[in-house]
């Protein structure tokens, strides 16, 4: 789910829908108290969340969680490349398309990739305020709280 992200990180679609499926969706929109865009994103967000999809997604983000505790960075990559290509099977399975498949597994490993160099990057600029706070100098022996 997408709360809590700016909306300037979020992808933007455009959609041409029916002036039919619009009245459908600005109705149940004011009836569950969003936008018409939230809504729809929601909508998007439970469809996606039931069958292949889900399954897919779940499956791809155990594989992930799964590399990421292999501490030494050559066994994770040896265990990510193996597991990528169970996956990949399973995907398959899922969607007959082999390039579909293909596409699902990079489009998952650019996004956690992104993911985690966004991670990095407020890492350090966390790191680099920190530097700008200056050191608090010892209390004197007479200001400090007796016991």
């Known amino acids: 789910m997408n709360e809590g992200m ?11 829908i029916s002036p039919n499926l619009r009245e459908l969706l600005e109705t149940r929109a004011r009836v569950n108290q969003r936008s018409m ?3 729809a994103a929601a909508i998007l967000e439970q469809a996606l969340d039931a069958g292949p999809a889900a399954l897919i997604r779940r499956a791809l983000e155990e594989y992930h969680q799964l590399g990421r505790k292999i501490s030494n960075t050559e066994e994770r990559r040896q265990y990510l490349t193996g597991r990528r290509d169970e996956m990949r099977a399973a995907i398959v399975e899922l969607m007959p398309d082999e ?15 992104k993911d985690e160099v966004d991670q990095q990057a407020r890492i350090e600029q966390v ?6 706070i200056p050191d ?10 007796r016991r």
């Open 127 to 132: 790191k680099s305020h920190a530097s700008d």
């Open 99 to 113: 390039r579909s498949a293909d596409a699902v597994i990079r489009g998952y490993e650019a996004e956690r990739a």
């Open 37 to 39: 865009n939230a809504e």
């Open 136 to 145: 608090i100098p010892d209390i004197p022996d007479n200001l400090k709280p």
């Open 6 to 16: 700016r909306v300037r990180d979020m992808e933007r679609l455009v959609l041409r």
